[in-house]
């Protein structure tokens, strides 16, 4: 690879010992995907959870600070196992919250900012057009990939960490023009109405396009997403087929036309969703019983219109006694969340708002065996789709169809 002299300097350890080995690490991550250079990026945003890190990951971490690791670019944090002010309140290991809040003490040795959200871009950083990020999230990248035009691999684990010590990725990837056009045609005649019809749009896609290098151009449709709406499609996108960008025509920068969005080349394949396609969609997701054990709201994190909307449904009713309704987000929305009177709202009618989280890595095996949990309800595809593999039955139903069954605790067979 060709590097500045900066990134000389960085390899010789004039920069410190941790700056050093991770660049080592992206120039043999770069050298195994063709990259020819590095490109600065403006900001990063870590993954990596305790639990999903385990003791080997906090320890790399550890060793990073005791080395006198500085991060050089604005750093924020992912979602985290537990929310410190409710974990005792679920019966959530204290081991666990131990090592967030070790985990916490170290990031912020380092500089970064404790965001724990999965929403960094509703939250805090809105990238612009063009400008080349390293971010960790899945959901993260495909939204400033598609939406904003910012240019970001997935940078999982240690990638993201060596990033935010460097301020630099390999160029290759999404960070190259030739890598972000289009490759399929998505022909949508079944027109999303919610938030969470566009997560069902997204699984129908992400089903039949399982491959980081696809990009699904969207044509045909006839309203316009809302950022929650992008959210939910890009989330499910990112969770089934594990893609990082896409294109709605006349509607993302990047997919002003149909030839912009494709390059100017034609697509490889064309896939047409048919009227009724996004309730089989839903329906695809069976119940093995009527009582529902859990509803979960809020991945990727809720927004504050997101909270709102479930504030009104629930407005004058109560959650079933058999049934526990969380819903997940960050402390800026929940601090707007509480200003406004949501909070009120949803905790008066039985409701949890739980910070920080995300279902799927809140302990979610220890929850089920502690409150005997098996039927999770969600208007989150992409939750429906992680937690199956911790032992749930899940069900991806709309949003209005959620509150119905945490207020009744059934779900139709």
Known sequence: MRLTAEEEAILAGRRGEPARRALQMQIATGEFFGAEWMVPVTSAHLTGDPESMGDAGLAFVEDLV???????????????????????????????????????????????????????????????????????????????????????????????????????????????????????????????????????????????????????????LEVEPDSDGLKQLGATLASYGSLAMFHLVGMTPEARTLEEAFGGQKPRERIVVEPGDLDRAYRSFLPEKEKV?????????????????????????????????????????????DQEGYTRAIEAAGGRIVVGVCYYIMTPREMARRYGLRTIVTDSAKLANIIAAYGYNPIFRPTAECVEAAVTGRIAR
């Open 293 to 337: 054990d859990l509803v979960v709201s809020g991945t990727p994190h809720l927004s504050l219109f997101e909270v709102r909307t479930l504030a009104r449904l629930l407005e004058g009713k109560k959650v079933s006694a058999s049934t526990m309704l969380l819903l997940t987000t960050n402390a800026p929305v929940k601090a707007l969340a």
């Open 66 to 220: 005791r080395q006198g690791a500085r991060f050089v670019v604005p750093t924020t944090t992912n979602s985290c196992n537990v929310d410190l002010a409710l974990y005792r309140e679920f019966g959530q290991p204290e081991e666990v919250a131990q090592k967030e809040r070790r985990l916490r003490e170290l990031i912020t040795a380092m500089g970064g900012i404790l965001l724990t959200s999965c929403t960094n871009y509703q939250a805090v950083a809105q990238p612009r057009f063009g400008e080349h990020l390293a971010w960790g999230d899945t959901g993260t990248v495909i939204y400033a990939n598609a939406v904003c035009g910012a240019q970001s691999n997935f940078e999982g684990g240690p990638a993201s960490y060596a990033a935010a010590l460097t301020g630099r990725v390999p160029a290759y990837g999404m960070h190259l023009p030739e890598c972000r056009r289009g490759t399929h045609l998505i022909e949508v005649r079944d027109q999303p109405r919610s938030v969470s019809d566009w997560g069902a749009l997204g699984v129908l896609v992400g089903r039949r396009l399982t491959n980081y290098w696809l990009v699904p151009v969207f044509t045909g």
